[in-house]
């Protein structure tokens, strides 16, 4: 997954600057109303809000914000009857694509994410025809600055970890749906900042240069800006050199 898994946390860097201009606001407030509407607003017993909560507090959203959106997902009141939609495609020099969208329209939605496939030399395709490729697992995300890798490794394996890799600034810790909270827990309880979700592995990857590399970049970077994607999860991986040169 390190292809992918170097563009998370690009992205997760480029949205600190997202959360400014309130983009990433307006995803997670969806995704906090529809956790709540899905499975109550008590996190304790809603594992989908209670992620949607720490991503929220990630991004420095304001606690009034998540107070609202949950009350108005629980009560049904925010107005608008949102679709969970997953799209399926190829990439560049074909490579797997999900997309994981929340939509009140879904020809807008499918109409918006196939002109981005089709601009950067992909294309859509039928439900199932790569969703085979990923195994969904829990992922922890542990800058190295915050953590040296025995201390991960220890912490993880005792937990009931699967794996533990080093991709670029960060550890990557995957676990079973299962152990997920378990091992997410294991690492607050220690005081040590992550990211974490529920995320798509690919089985295998697509390794990408030059013309293709930057193809997929553009591709990832326009899916991730539309309102209705919450996720772009992709089995591409791109050298550490060129990624970097890319992602400037």
Same mark, same amino acid.
């Given at each position: ?5 170097? /563009? ?12 400014? %201009? ?28 209670? #992620?949607?909560?720490?991503?929220? +507090? ?9 107070? %609202?959106?949950?009350? +108005? ?8 009857? =949102? !679709? !969970?939609?997953?799209?399926?495609? =190829? ?14 329209? %879904? ?12 601009? =950067? ?10 969703? /085979? ?46 152990? =997920? ?6 690492? &607050?309880?220690? #005081? ?14 697509? !390794? ?6 930057? #193809? ?7 899916? &991730? ?7 772009? /999860? ?6 550490? &050199? !060129? ?6």
């Amino acid at each position: 997954m390190s292809g992918h898994s170097k /563009w998370h946390s690009i992205r997760h860097k480029k949205g600190r600057e997202d959360a400014k %201009r309130g983009k990433i606001f307006t995803k997670l407030i969806r995704e906090l109303s529809i956790a709540a509407r899905l499975g109550g607003p008590d996190p304790e017993s809603n594992p989908r809000l209670r #992620q949607a909560i720490d991503a929220a +507090k990630s991004a420095n959203m304001p606690n009034d914000n998540i107070d %609202r959106a949950i009350k +108005k997902g629980a009560g049904g009141t925010d107005g608008t009857d =949102y !679709e !969970e939609v997953t799209f399926e495609g =190829y990439g560049p020099a074909g490579v797997a694509v999900l997309v994981e969208t929340q939509t009140d329209n %879904r020809n807008r939605t499918v109409s918006e994410v196939r002109h981005f496939f089709d601009r =950067y030399n992909g294309k859509m395709g039928e439900t199932g025809c790569v969703s /085979w490729m990923f195994d969904k697992r829990g992922l922890v995300m542990i800058e190295k600055s915050e953590a040296d890798e025995d201390t991960v490794m220890d912490i993880a394996l005792d937990a009931g970890a699967e794996d533990i890799k080093g991709e670029g600034d960060f550890w990557e810790v995957h676990t079973s749906l299962e152990d =997920y909270e378990t091992v997410k827990q294991a690492f &607050e309880a220690a #005081q040590i900042p992550n990211q974490s979700q529920m995320a798509m592995i690919p089985q295998t990857t697509v !390794e990408l240069t030059g013309k293709s590399a930057e #193809q997929m970049i553009k591709l990832m970077d326009a899916l &991730e800006d539309l309102d209705d994607v919450q996720n772009v /999860w992709a089995n591409f991986d791109i050298p550490d &050199e !060129e990624m970097e040169k890319l992602s400037a």
